[in-house]
């Protein structure tokens, strides 16, 4: 018998050379020493390294060591041991799928009657992880393991610490960036170098664009893997070993995106150093340089790419694309400089009461010191003259422009040829504020370093950059259920914490005099109190009938002293007669009279403008008037009422409000819900204080008065109590979501109050919502994990149709859902936007796409789900993440290694 034991599985063996060198080394071990420790190399398929880990290997006969487990079974030594700098190569990992899928099946039976024997040991609990991860059940990893880590007590083994590798890197793989964050950061607390920690923080952190703490950690983990090549004797396993290329590329991409081009050129370059210079790794990264902008950085590799490996062909196109990102710099340091040192374009080709709503954050950036050029109609020149802090103005002659929007046919020639110096500029910041595909083609074209609002893509895809804009154009499906009004949505395009603000309008000492010397030729003196009537609007079905805007006049002219003030446009003179004609001698009509300046000084002196929903509401409401705002057809008061505080709106509330502006109306049954009597009670609580009569206001009639909130959002407060329904307290409570979403800070108020739980338990609605939030709950769950793997599996080159087809499914079930149940079709068309800016790719990065998309979607509706009454809330006995993963392995999923990362 000899010395020494050796212990080696059938699917190992020694590095040839590691023979003589454990022959060498034996003889130098010191005698009381009992065991000693070899590295042990894992190998994938391909022969690559999956990770690597020291166990105890050799021990001298008869010294009582013995192993412990019949799965994944642990030496148990005896005495001192020593490494001896031996590697053993295992092959257990690079079998067939056909035998992996009999090595799953075998192990996961034993672990499961361990765990029968012993359900509270941690290391079965490991293992069964272990097992569900390699076989890339990834949701039953994460599940099973979370719940694995109380069993763990402290000092904590190297099992504990695997295991957080397990359930970060499959949360990783499950596009839940922010679980394997968490799980990593709780691992560095009690062990400050775990390598594979330190590598799923730098991936996880570059996902959720934390670039600054990416490269912390990635710097973190370079040093440590090359303190561990130095010194391989540590007690923990390292997964991530044959991951290393990827996390250095990461770094370097991160590095570059924080403004440290020679951190991430030295990145760069060890990630192709890693990898012997591998082609693959070496085009990803030229084409983040190519996107990105990062042209020297480009170059500089792309030179010794090309010295290694001449003439290939992945590399040609990359010479001629930095070429021309080098003339695109050339041409911006000889076009006229930026005007100013921090310059914002913003595109706003709108009309009056968008330009003017655009005041606030034309404000905001004018305390930030930014310099404002904006870019408006040529009809829109004077309003924009009118406007404070605005830099400079360029106008677009919208002559044979408008109406092709939708089809996209304006050449950019055209355009250039219309504003071709604005375009040559270069600016910090564009805006889109003009959400038509004229105005995302010209945000396409300009140059900007930061795009925020709606882009067009070189393929003619409509692309949306900015949550605020995406929600936007998501509500617009469901628009009674936004909360949030236009203005703020465009200020946070800034994603800053908002200031107070209101809209304004300079007007110039010319035009107040002109306006005060129109008032006197009508008799009118300074003291005389004025009511403003605007009782035109762009489109029918937002115009109260002008039958009713005269009884108003009359009851007015009855019972009070104002005098009235008629504004319009020329052609709308004949109904400002009509309404003239109902109060005579107490109504001054100024139909067509006057100019914007001059309206908006007139405007200054009325207490109060009553009006439909247009341009002059916002414009009184610019100059300090208080505005009753009337809100008809199509119009959402939450969205576009005068925004400021104090103003009042009312809304009818039917069936059909607001309708689609695609729809055409006939009946106009919202017009015969508001009356004049109704309209006077709040026209006179608003001129004397007072409450409303609401025995006499028509139940299907909203009132309410506007004002701001404690994060300097608008909000409006109804003035009829008891009038509200399940609708509105299902749109405060999205409106409670979205808010804390887009602006990141939650407010300490409750989720849920008494009010909100007697709709929640009375209303027949509640029921509907709920149980089809909880299936539409199910099939994102489910289209996310179908979706993760399938990213994952194709990766691999393995077939995958089965599973498309069930994503497939799943996909087209989401959007039935949305169709079935309208109150739902906020959460739905949030996943239909998001996955619409999807880029062309392989199918891997398409599925990948797809995850992060869905996994947003599934933090959406588990942040709502924490708002709703958890007493209504129940499950269905659906099948659990684990059972949907094992369907997928049946539908011909392949085998995804633990250590490989999606």
């Given amino acids: 018998m000899g010395d020494w034991i050796l212990i080696i599985d059938a699917d190992e063996r020694l590095r040839p050379e590691d023979g003589v060198l454990l022959r060498e080394n034996l003889a130098a071990v010191d005698p009381s020493c009992d065991h000693l420790y070899f590295t042990t190399r894992n190998l994938s398929g391909k022969g690559g390294t999956l990770s690597e880990c020291t166990h105890i290997r050799m021990f001298r006969n008869g010294r009582g060591i013995h192993y412990k487990g019949i799965v994944h079974n642990q030496a148990v030594p005896k005495g001192r041991g020593a490494y001896l700098p031996v590697t053993l190569l295992h092959y257990g990992y690079a079998l067939s799928p056909e035998k992996m899928e009999q090595k799953y099946r075998r192990t996961l039976s034993l672990i499961r009657r361990q765990l029968r024997a012993e359900p509270e040991n941690p290391l079965y609990h490991h293992n069964l992880c272990l097992s569900l991860a390699n076989h890339g059940d990834y949701a039953e990893t994460v599940k099973t393991g979370l719940s694995a880590l109380n069993l763990f007590t402290q000092p904590f083994p190297p099992t504990y610490y695997n295991l957080i590798y397990l359930i970060a890197s499959s949360a990783l793989a499950l596009g839940d960036a922010e679980q394997a964050l968490v799980v990593s950061r709780q691992a560095l607390e009690t062990e400050p170098m775990h390598l594979d920690s330190l590598w799923i923080l730098t991936m996880a952190s570059y996902r959720i664009g934390a670039y600054d703490q990416a490269v912390e950690y990635g710097e973190r983990y370079a040093r440590e893997i090359a303190a561990y090549r130095r010194n391989p004797l540590r007690p923990l396993p390292v997964n991530t070993l044959g991951q290393v290329p990827p996390l250095l590329a990461t770094t370097g991409y991160s590095a570059a995106l924080c403004d440290r081009s020679d951190l991430a050129l030295r990145f760069f370059r060890k990630a192709l150093q890693e990898s012997d210079w591998n082609i693959d790794i070496a085009v990803k990264i030229l084409h983040f340089c190519k996107n990105r902008g990062q042209r020297a950085t480009g170059q500089a590799l792309l030179a010794r790419l090309q010295e290694r490996h001449p003439e290939h062909p992945a590399l040609q196109p990359f010479s001629a694309a930095f070429a021309s990102l080098q003339e695109e710099e050339n041409d911006q340091t000889e076009s006229p400089p930026a005007p100013g040192a921090g310059s914002v374009l913003i595109i706003n080709l709108c009309e009056l009461g968008d330009l003017i709503q655009a005041t606030p954050l034309i404000e905001e950036l004018a305390a930030r010191n930014m310099t ?96 605020a804009i995406r929600y936007l154009k998501q509500m617009l499906t469901h628009r009674e259920l936004n909360n949030l009004h236009v203005v703020d949505l465009h200020r946070l395009l800034l994603e800053e914490p908002l200031e107070k603000r209101e809209l304004s309008f300079q007007i110039s000492e010319e035009e107040w005099a002109e306006a005060m010397e129109m008032l006197q030729a009508a008799g009118i003196s300074p003291e005389t109190p004025l009511i403003g009537i605007q009782p035109g609007a762009k489109e029918a079905r937002k115009r109260w009938p002008e039958e009713s805007y005269a009884r108003l006049a009359k009851k007015i002219a009855a019972d009070r002293k104002e005098t009235l003030l008629l504004f319009g446009v020329a052609s709308e003179a004949l109904p400002a007669s009509r309404i003239e004609a109902a109060a005579p001698g107490r109504v001054v009509n100024f139909t067509g009279k006057t100019g914007l300046g001059t309206l908006a000084a007139l405007l200054s002196r009325c207490r109060v403008l009553i009006s439909n929903d247009t341009g002059t509401s916002h414009l009184a409401a610019a100059v300090g008037t208080k505005v009753l705002s009337l809100h008809l057809g199509h119009v959402w008061f939450r969205e576009t009422a005068p925004y400021g505080e104090g103003h009042v709106a009312l809304q009818v509330k039917t069936d059909c409000s607001p309708c689609s502006p695609q ?240």
């Fill in 372 to 467: 404002v050029t904006l870019l408006v109609r040529k009809d829109r020149e004077e309003t924009a003259r009118h406007l404070p802090h605005v830099g400079r103005i360029i106008s677009l002659n919208m002559d044979h422009l408008d109406g092709r929007e939708e089809n996209g046919f304006t050449a950019d020639e055209e355009i250039r040829d219309r504003i071709g110096d604005l375009l040559d500029e270069s600016f910090d910041l564009l805006l889109n504020m003009t959400h038509t595909r004229l105005g995302a083609q010209i945000a396409r074209m300009a140059r900007g370093k930061h795009k925020q609002g709606m882009l067009q893509t070189e393929g003619n895809q409509l692309r949306i950059r900015g949550e």
């Fill in 663 to 902: 729809k055409t109306c006939t009946d106009f049954s919202c017009h015969r819900e508001l009356t004049p009597e109704t309209v006077y009670h709040v026209l006179r609580m608003m001129l004397e204080g007072g409450r409303l009569p609401a025995e006499q206001i028509p139940p299907h009639l909203g009132i309410y008065r506007s004002g701001f909130d404690r994060q300097n959002f608008l909000n409006h407060q109804s003035l009829l109590p008891g009038n509200d329904n399940f609708i509105d307290t299902l749109r405060e409570l999205y409106g409670r979501l979205w808010q804390e979403r887009l602006t990141g800070r939650k407010e300490e108020v409750p989720k849920f109050d008494e009010r909100d739980e007697i709709f929640f338990r009375t209303e027949e609605k509640s029921h509907h919502f709920l149980e089809s939030f909880r299936r539409l709950k199910e099939k994102m769950d489910e289209a996310l994990e179908v979706a993760s793997t399938l990213a994952a599996a194709s990766r691999n080159g393995e077939a995958v149709s089965e599973g498309a087809r069930r994503f497939k499914e799943l996909h087209a079930a989401i959007g039935e859902l949305g169709r079935q149940a309208p109150l739902l079709r906020p959460l739905t068309e949030y996943y239909e936007i998001g996955h619409q800016q999807i880029e062309a790719g392989n199918f891997p990065e398409v599925m990948q796409a797809f995850a992060t998309v869905l996994k947003n979607g599934c933090n959406l509706l588990k942040e709502l789900k924490e708002i709703l009454p958890a007493d209504r809330f129940t499950d269905s006995p659906s099948k659990s993440s684990g059972e949907t993963a094992m369907s997928l392995k049946t539908a011909g999923f392949p085998q995804i290694d633990p250590n490989s990362q999606a």
